[in-house]
């Protein structure tokens, strides 16, 4: 399958800044970083220093990601004129996200956002931040920033200043907007992100591990499937990681590359590889000890394409990392991979699951052929004396699809344009119904990624009224939706484009009988503004 | 209210809800990321979480419907922002292959 959507404009205007950002030392990096912003910003911002450290107005009362810092640079070279060349600008990045970045914990909740993996609705939003901020954009976007309560208030004077169509929406014109924003709004971010929290206080004082070394890595590619692989990150001369990655996809097939790495604020690692011919990022943080990472790895060039990464450190324990698939039919038998390091010993797939074959074993990878003789159980995967929290889950009926995402927005473009098409790829998740024997329950089990037959259907009576399901996109076998055409379509009433609400169905064949479930899909217009973070 | 008669598909539809506590819920409903909630005109969704009240096809109003800045997070805002980003293509219903999206520096 071709991954490639040949969103090149993209790869071509990106500096690849966050994967590219040498790691200095710190002592050295503070102060290049510092004189950079003596040169490039003092025009407009002022210093102001004591003996212990040199503050810079509005820049010091901001915390952010990396992605955020980059957001700001990339605004004050396109608003304000800042000349800041790329290498200064990864250099800026590195620092204020070192010095002014979020702890793990303050950046846990927004993960998505960061991984760009936005095919989701935002859950738990405070209404009054819904309706004031993110109508327009994510919540996530906000919610990874920390400031004091002028720099808040200043935010919301330049959305003012910069979008004055603000004051003038629904939900904004019945009130005094403005007045809102600047006194009620700011305070209540100011409360709820506030700049100084015990949380960064602790991390930016803590040690960071470094990230260097061998890492057993699990994770998905649309088209491709499961692979486990082994990643090394060693560090080069420019204080980078350089990457070689070197594994097998869940059918044995060869996934290979290379690539770069940099880690921000001691556990915020974004590489850039090459693997199989195509540009992929991976997005993971770090746990404190620096033993596991975990994130999504997706297209460069079409970051709605990806999959879920995890890294587990090789520090010479025998560990287990993953079983793919991770469920097995009782009284059937399949072939299972174990994924781990240093594995060693009996192979144990708990009572009532039999290893009729081993294929192929060797310290990482281990290929069985195995039968659930016994009754529905979730067990753990044991190899002599490996640590171990993968489960195997038997199961005797698939109660249950969940459809992912389930909820998608893609985008209509191609047909000679200059906008691409924004496709969305789907994976079905089965559940057992648990022990309660009733699917929808909060006992159900989840079994695991299972292949799945893909169609779509019209959402509703009006959604088939207007053929939606003809004009808005097809979904391919492996469950990956592409939009229609961009542009007018004659054969639509009033020449509407081939928008369309679409429920995405997954089936899922469990012996003679079949279990679907759904996804909620808008083919949408072009998105014109494609920022950092949405 | 009562002596107006709605004309159009979208006044059919405000007449429909029940309620103006209705018509506050759906608009500030949640969306999937990366599309507004800026419902009045929507870009991505219509006031009712459908498609049948929005500018459509949206090139053919594209500029009355954006507004210069309307849905400045999804239509490049041409009022401050990027002045210049539809200055080659006057007619969006004939020349919308010339529109061309804001990458933001974003690798």
């Not at chain 2, 219509?46 to 009355?64: I, K, N, R, T, V």
């Not at chain 2, 004939?94 to 804001?102: A, C, N, S, V």
Request: hydrophobic share 35%; aromatic share 6%.
């Amino acid at each position: 399958m071709a991954l490639n959507n040949n969103r090149l404009k993209r790869v071509l205007m990106g500096t690849g800044a966050l994967a590219l950002a040498g790691l200095l030392s710190p002592a050295a990096l503070a102060t290049d970083a510092q004189e950079i912003i003596r040169d490039r910003c003092l025009a407009c911002h002022t210093e102001s220093s004591d003996a212990a450290n040199s503050t810079f107005s509005r820049i010091s009362d901001q915390r952010k990601t990396p992605e955020g810092w980059h957001m700001t640079l990339n605004r004050m070279e396109h608003l304000r004129d800042a000349k800041i060349s790329a290498q200064e600008k990864r250099e800026l990045i590195k620092y204020l996200s070192d010095t002014q970045g979020l702890a793990p914990e303050e950046a846990a909740p927004f993960r998505y956002l960061l991984e760009q993996d936005t095919n989701l609705v935002e859950s738990g939003v405070d209404e009054n931040l819904m309706q004031m901020c993110a109508r327009c954009h994510s919540a996530a976007r906000f919610g990874l920033q920390r400031r004091t309560l002028d720099e808040w208030q200043m935010l919301v004077d330049f959305h003012m200043a910069q979008f004055p169509g603000i004051e003038l929406h629904a939900g904004s014109r019945d009130r005094p907007w403005y007045q809102l924003a600047h006194n009620e709004t700011s305070a209540q971010l100011s409360e709820q992100y506030p700049l100084d929290t015990p949380e960064w206080n602790n991390w930016s004082k803590a040690k960071k591990v470094d990230l260097k070394g061998r890492w057993r890595v699990t994770g998905y590619v649309p088209g491709k499937g499961e692979f486990s692989a082994w990643m090394t990150a060693a560090t080069d001369d420019d204080g980078r990681y350089n990457l070689k990655l070197e594994g097998n996809y869940a059918d044995g097939a060869v996934i290979e590359g290379s690539g770069k790495a940099t880690v921000y604020t001691g556990y915020e690692w974004r590489g850039t590889l090459t693997i199989d011919s195509v540009k992929m990022r991976q997005v993971m943080a770090a746990d404190k000890d620096g033993q596991v990472m975990a994130g999504r790895m997706f297209l460069a060039m079409e970051d709605e394409i990806g999959g879920e990464l995890r890294a587990v450190k090789d520090t010479g324990k025998a560990q287990v990392v993953a079983v793919m698939p991770s469920y097995l039919k009782a009284g059937e038998s399949a072939e299972l991979v174990i994924v781990g390091q240093n594995l060693d010993g009996d192979i144990d797939l708990g009572d009532g699951v039999r290893i009729d074959e081993v294929i192929a074993r060797s310290k990482d990878r281990i290929v069985v052929t195995a039968t659930a003789t016994g009754t529905p159980a979730v067990n753990d995967v044991q190899v002599g004396s490996a640590d171990s929290t993968v489960a195997l889950a038997v199961f005797d009926q698939v109660a249950r699809v969940d459809v992912t995402p389930t909820n998608a927005v893609t985008r209509i473009g191609g047909n000679g344009g200059e906008m691409e098409k924004v496709r969305a790829t789907y994976r079905a998740i089965g559940y057992s119904a648990g022990a309660d024997g009733e699917a929808g329950t909060d006992d159900d089990v989840r079994l695991g990624y299972m292949p799945a037959s893909w169609s779509i259907e019209p959402v509703d009576e009006v959604a088939e009224h207007d053929k939606d399901h003809l004009y808005a996109g097809e979904i391919t076998p492996a469950g990956m939706f592409i939009p229609g055409d961009a542009g007018p379509n004659p054969e639509r009433k009033m020449s509407a484009n081939n928008v369309g609400r679409l429920n995405v169905v997954a089936t899922v064949d469990d012996g003679d009988s079949k279990v679907e479930g759904r996804g909620s899909m808008l083919v949408s217009v072009p998105d014109f503004v494609e920022r950092v973070l949405d | 209210m009562k002596h107006l008669k709605s004309l159009n598909k979208k006044a059919q539809l405000i007449n429909k809800a029940i309620s103006p506590e209705e018509v506050e819920d759906v608009v500030a409903m949640q969306t999937v990321v990366g599309c507004t909630a800026t419902t009045d005109p929507g870009w991505e969704l219509d006031p009712f979480g459908g498609l049948g009240s929005l500018c459509q096809p949206m090139e053919s109003d594209l500029y009355g419907c954006a507004d210069a800045c309307w849905w400045p997070a999804q239509v490049p805002d041409t009022m401050n922002t990027y002045p210049d980003w539809n200055k080659d293509v006057a007619k969006a219903n004939e020349d919308w292959r010339k529109l061309d999206g804001i990458y933001e520096d974003g690798e």
